[in-house]
């Protein structure tokens, strides 16, 4: 088989490939009919069997028996890559789950192109770690580790929001100057780039740690983590007196990266002893279904779902995975105070962006929304407020990236 490049989109949520084909660029199917698959993994203690994508969350809504995990690229840099977990009668740590992942892409686009690909060109954040940058340079450190463990013998990186400038340059006239405004499952990335002879000129990029699983994060602390008992008093063992509720074991489960740990002894005991002494014992006794139960991911889901629900019309988040017809309310008007923060981060990261490229907001002509999140309308809004003359561009919001890398592997 010839030897190419495989461009890869490794999103928190998503993850995509392409390459190139007589000078143009060619998103592969990794899934039946999809150019893109949910960057998810299941470990399936009965079949022995590793699943990845659509399949793995399918074992996870249909209650099969193993450890599902998503938003692995969240784990990077941080202490939990190294730590070593008993995965089907295996120890592993984050390297070798995340280089499984990559294998798996890796033998789907090599299936699918007949090609074979020994180096990847792989997107990245600007920053993985916001204003940590140990942490930022360990982030890519690792993900390096894991290309190279997958079957890769060589893999460069290029800016994920460098990438989306690049594949929308062809639809700007030139001397236009545009604003890529990323917003992935774990990041926020900005690029301002001008469109000169020939392609794009870079002037600014910028990124800060807020996505996608952040929303679904403060929609589940806000809005469905009550339910379980958050906020609520617990009785102390002697007296009349009460305390609340201590946060940790809430915020915990409401965060995609950390719910698959959630499920020891230790934290379960804990989860009894808070029912036990409960001044409402109803709330806290979902809290210990949820996890022994191994609900964590269901409810996270569900944030999820009703995140995009909410995003059109007010909504409901269906709890029922965890209690017949348990729902939690969600306006738009609660979606939007609930991100207010989380948007007021992202608004901050775009004028630094524009800053660090010595322009006013009307400079900018064009704003080029990519990653799901960025349709957003809390998101639409505060960007379109903070560039008013800007033109919104939303027509490759989930393929930009991967155009991008494709074109620039040539």
């Known amino acids: 088989m010839q030897a190419q490049t495989l461009a890869i989109d490794f999103g928190t949520s998503n993850t995509a490939v392409g390459f190139m084909l007589n000078?143009?660029?060619?998103?592969?199917?990794?899934?039946?009919?999809?150019?893109?698959?949910?960057?998810?993994?299941?470990?399936?203690?009965?079949?022995?069997?590793?699943?990845?994508?659509?399949?793995?969350?399918?074992?996870?809504?249909?209650?099969?028996?193993?450890?599902?995990?998503?938003?692995?690229?969240?784990?990077?840099?941080?202490?939990?890559m190294h730590e070593k977990r008993r995965l089907m009668d295996e120890q592993m740590d984050f390297i070798e789950i995340i280089s499984r992942f990559l294998r798996e892409i890796k033998t789907r686009a090599e299936t699918a192109s007949g090609l074979?690909?020994?180096?990847?060109?792989?997107?990245?954040?600007?920053?993985?770690?916001?204003?940590?940058?140990?942490?930022?340079?360990?982030?890519?450190?690792?993900?390096?580790?894991?290309?190279?463990?997958?079957?890769?013998t060589d893999v460069e990186f290029m800016l994920e929001p460098e990438a989306a400038a690049l594949a929308n340059h062809s639809h700007l006239a030139q001397g236009t100057i545009g604003m890529i405004v990323d917003i992935g499952g774990g990041t926020s990335d900005f690029t301002i780039f001008e469109i000169v002879k020939g392609?794009?000129?870079?002037?600014?990029?910028?990124?800060?740690?807020?996505?996608?699983?952040?929303?679904?994060?403060?929609?589940?602390?806000?809005?469905?983590?009550?339910?379980l008992g958050k906020g609520s008093q617990i009785c102390k063992a002697f007296g009349n007196e009460t305390m609340p509720t201590p946060n940790a074991i809430f915020h915990n489960l409401a965060t995609w990266q950390k719910i698959p740990f959630m499920?020891?002894?230790?934290?379960?005991?804990?989860?009894?002893?808070?029912?036990?002494?409960?001044?409402?014992?109803?709330?806290l006794k979902r809290l210990a279904d949820t996890l022994e139960n191994e609900l964590g991911h269901d409810l996270a889901f569900a944030a999820e779902h009703g995140?995009?629900?909410?995003?059109?019309?007010?909504?409901?988040?269906?709890?029922?995975?965890?209690?017949?017809r348990l729902t939690a309310p969600l306006s738009q008007a609660a979606l939007g105070?609930?991100?207010?923060?989380?948007?007021?981060?992202?608004?901050?990261?775009?004028?630094?962006?524009?800053?660090?490229?010595?322009?006013?907001?009307?400079q900018i002509s064009s704003l080029i929304f990519v990653g799901g999140s960025s349709l957003m309308g809390v998101v639409e809004a505060t960007l379109q407020s903070q560039f008013p003359t800007a033109k919104p561009h939303r027509t490759s919001a989930f393929t930009a990236v991967i155009e991008g890398l494709t074109l620039a592997t040539r």
């Open 116 to 152: 074979r690909f020994n180096t990847a060109l792989s997107g990245r954040p600007v920053h993985f770690h916001s204003n940590d940058p140990q942490k930022d340079a360990q982030a890519l450190a690792d993900l390096r580790a894991c290309y190279l463990a997958a079957g890769f």
């Open 199 to 227: 392609g794009i000129r870079i002037l600014a990029s910028h990124g800060v740690r807020v996505g996608g699983t952040d929303f679904d994060r403060k929609l589940s602390i806000d809005h469905i983590m009550p339910l």
């Open 307 to 324: 995140k995009i629900a909410a995003n059109i019309a007010d909504a409901e988040i269906d709890l029922s995975a965890l209690e017949r």
């Open 263 to 283: 499920y020891t002894r230790e934290i379960r005991r804990e989860a009894d002893e808070l029912f036990r002494y409960a001044a409402e014992p109803a709330l």
């Open 337 to 362: 105070q609930s991100l207010e923060a989380l948007t007021a981060k992202i608004k901050t990261a775009a004028a630094e962006t524009l800053a660090s490229a010595s322009l006013t907001p009307d």
């Open 23 to 80: 000078g143009a660029p060619v998103l592969l199917d990794i899934e039946p009919n999809s150019p893109t698959l949910p960057t998810s993994i299941f470990f399936d203690y009965d079949s022995r069997e590793t699943l990845v994508g659509t399949p793995a969350n399918k074992a996870l809504i249909d209650g099969e028996y193993g450890r599902f995990m998503r938003a692995l690229k969240s784990v990077l840099g941080t202490s939990i």
